[in-house]
């Protein structure tokens, strides 16, 4: 009976100088195979002129028997000794043959080579430095598009701006008519935990109205717009890239920053308002909701209390966030879609680094704003 593991056994060198190898068990990828290095340190100290192998109790193989034979063979050629096939199995030779029809192209081998910390460092710094760079060359051919389309120079066809602003504005009222409601509720709700151990109630309306107003509103909005917007435009422009579609603009002589770039850009900058505003009469709407049915007020309690605490200013500094978040989204989204590699893998990764990026300014961006409005006093 055979046995099921690999066996390797050196013999001595015969008086026609040939090294004898026996190969006895299972050479399979599940069982393993022994190392070399009993022949090759009885090659290097015999130095036999033959290689030859009994293989009368070899058991089952597969390519494992191959790839030993094949580090045999590298091996008899760097010290010069023939190695004799003639008693291998018919299968194992024609493999054999067939793999060193084709010879292996120079760097296709991997090998594991520890790069320095220091070397990461200074290739991740370098990767950084490229892409802001590239960023910045983005944003500066946006700045010269959106001239040219002051100066109704621009390239670009309004249907495509029409079906983007449908995209931006009309598909997305759900979704945000669900968040705002929500969060103008939870605020409300909060609230009403505080406020209710000191009696005051009715300031659950000035909390509610003057959070979404000035900041949750637009916060709120900008984020499901990165989410489902930036992410969108990402995902069209690294297919068109894939696709060679912007290749196929540039080759006519359209600049893909008019035409593809700008229309999301108005589009979104002319939406954000618009979804601010009616995210900001739901949030109210939702507060209305907690406050009315949970703390005894009456409606037009509430409504008086809410009028009363919004101001011209903080509706105004929602607006104005709005319309900047929704270029910084616009802006994320198409740079990396621009940014898209060849492949189809490309194209996701470059829709969930434009979610990344487009909340990261969101956030960056509306810190920066409360900073300027504290120094000015608004």
Same mark, same amino acid.
Request: proline content about 3%; hydrophobic content about 55%; glycine content about 10%.
């Given at each position: ?89 018919? #299968? ?76 931006? #504005? ?13 969060? #103008? ?194």
């Amino acid at each position: 009976m055979l046995t099921q593991e690999p066996n390797l056994a050196v013999g001595r060198i015969a008086a026609d100088g040939a090294l004898s190898i026996t190969l006895s068990g299972a050479w399979t990828l599940r069982s393993g195979f022994p190392s070399a290095g009993p022949i090759a340190r009885e090659i290097a100290t015999s130095r036999p002129r033959s290689l030859v192998f009994d293989v009368r109790d070899l058991g089952a193989w597969d390519s494992a028997l191959v790839t030993f034979l094949r580090h045999l063979d590298a091996l008899c050629e760097s010290h010069q000794v023939a190695m004799r096939r003639d008693a291998l199995p018919v #299968g194992v030779q024609r493999l054999l043959a067939l793999a060193e029809a084709v010879p292996e192209k120079p760097g296709v081998r991997r090998t594991s080579v520890h790069t320095p910390w220091i070397a990461r460092l200074g290739t991740t710094a370098l990767d950084l430095g490229a892409g802001s760079v590239s960023a910045v060359a983005f944003v500066g051919e946006v700045a010269s598009a959106t001239w040219r389309l002051m100066r109704r120079s621009a390239r670009f066809r309004i249907g495509d701006l029409a079906v983007v602003v449908q995209e931006c #504005g009309v598909q997305a009222l759900p979704i945000v008519t669900l968040i705002s409601i929500l969060v #103008g509720m939870i605020l409300a709700f909060v609230g009403a935990v505080q406020l209710t151990r000191f009696g005051a109630q009715i300031y659950v309306a000035d909390l509610v109205a003057i959070a979404v107003v000035r900041e949750m509103g637009c916060i709120m909005t900008g984020i499901i717009m990165a989410g489902r917007t930036g992410s969108g435009f990402a995902a069209q422009l690294g297919t068109m890239k894939v696709t060679q579609e912007i290749d196929a603009l540039t080759t006519l002589g359209l600049p893909s920053i008019e035409f593809l770039v700008l229309p999301r850009i108005v589009a979104l900058c002319l939406m954000m308002p618009i979804l601010c505003v009616y995210a900001d009469v739901l949030g109210i709407v939702g507060g209305a909701g907690v406050g009315v049915s949970m703390l005894d007020l009456t409606l037009v309690q509430y409504v008086r209390e809410t009028v009363a605490a919004i101001t011209l200013t903080s509706f105004a500094t929602g607006i104005a966030k709005s319309v900047f978040f929704g270029a910084l989204i616009a802006i994320a989204g198409c740079l990396r879609g621009m940014q898209c590699g060849k492949s189809s893998a490309s194209v996701g990764e470059a829709a969930t680094s434009a979610v990344v990026t487009g909340i990261v300014l969101i956030i960056a961006a509306d810190g920066l704003f409360a900073v300027l409005l504290n120094v000015l006093g608004i």
